[in-house]
C-alpha cells in the first residue's frame, strides 16, 4: 500500500517555463515532506523541505506547497533549465515513525532545450 | 568528508547464490538506512538502525533478506539465496538524529 503516490511517471518541460511535479499522501500522521533529486547512477540528494505548519516554501527556483486538506503536496521549478532532468522523489515522515522517510515511485522531469 | 560509500557499485549473481552489499555511513551519523529501488515501488525502506541497533525491519520482505551493523562505520545488507525479483538498485543513507539524509551511489544488483 503507497502512502506516497507520484501519479506521474513522467514530464517534458520546455526550458525557461514552469515545472509542476505533483505528490498525494494517505498517512494523516506524517509532518514532514521533502523532495529529493536523482541523476542516473547517483545516490538522491535532498533538494527542498516543508514542515506541516507551512504551506509554502521557497528557495530560489524551487518552491514547495503543502495543501494538507487535499493530503497533496507540488515542487515548483521556475524557470526550468535542462540541469533539472532527473527523476524527483516526494517523501514523508511524521507519526510513529518519525525518522523514517516514505518515498514516491518518482517522476522523471526532462527539460527540454 | 568521502559521504556515504557503498560497495560494490554492481553485482550480477546467479538465482541461488548469497549476495552481501556493504555500506559505510558518514562519521558521527547515528542513523543508517537500507533502502530498495524498483520501478514500480519507488524507494522502499528495507530496514533502519539507530546507533547500530535496528530499530524497524518491518519493510524486509522476506526472511531472505538480513542486515546487520556491527559497528557505527559498517552495515551490510545479505540476501540468500537471491532470486530474479530481487534485482534493483540499493542505496544506504545516513543521517544525524534522524534528519537529512545523505545517501550513498548505491549497488545495482542483476540476479540471473
Known amino acids: 500500500d503507497q502512502q506516497v503516490k507520484q501519479n506521474s511517471p513522467s514530464l517534458s518541460v520546455q526550458e525557461g517555463r514552469i515545472s509542476i511535479l505533483n505528490c498525494d499522501y494517505t498517512n494523516s500522521m506524517f509532518d514532514y515532506f521533502l523532495w529529493y533529486k536523482k541523476y542516473p547512477a547517483e545516490g538522491p540528494t535532498f533538494l527542498i523541505s516543508i514542515s506541516s505548519i507551512k504551506d509554502k516554501n521557497e528557495d530560489g527556483r524551487f518552491t514547495v506547497f503543502l495543501n494538507k486538506s487535499a493530503k497533496h503536496l507540488s515542487l515548483h521549478i521556475v524557470p526550468s533549465q535542462p540541469g533539472d532532468s532527473a527523476v524527483y522523489f516526494c517523501a514523508a515522515s511524521g507519526g510513529s515513525g518519525t525518522y523514517k522517510y516514505i518515498f514516491g515511485t518518482g517522476t522523471r522531469l526532462k527539460v527540454l532545450a | 568528508d568521502a559521504g556515504v560509500i557503498q560497495s560494490p557499485r554492481h553485482e550480477v549473481t546467479e538465482m541461488g547464490q548469497e549476495v552481501t552489499l556493504r555500506c559505510k555511513p558518514i562519521?558521527?551519523?547515528?542513523?543508517l538506512f537500507w533502502y530498495r529501488q524498483t520501478m514500480m515501488r519507488g524507494l522502499e525502506l528495507l530496514i533502519y538502525f539507530n546507533n547500530n541497533v535496528p530499530i524497524d525491519d518491518s519493510g524486509m520482505p522476506e526472511d531472505r533478506f538480513s542486515a546487520k551493523m556491527p559497528n557505527a562505520s559498517f552495515s551490510t545488507l545479505k540476501i540468500q539465496p537471491s532470486e530474479p525479483r530481487d534485482s534493483a538498485v540499493y542505496f544506504c543513507?545516513?543521517?544525524?538524529?534522524?534528519?537529512?539524509?545523505?545517501f550513498g551511489s548505491g549497488t545495482r544488483l542483476t540476479v540471473v
Open positions: 543513507a545516513s543521517s544525524f538524529t534522524g534528519n537529512g539524509y545523505t
Open positions: 562519521s558521527g551519523h547515528d542513523y
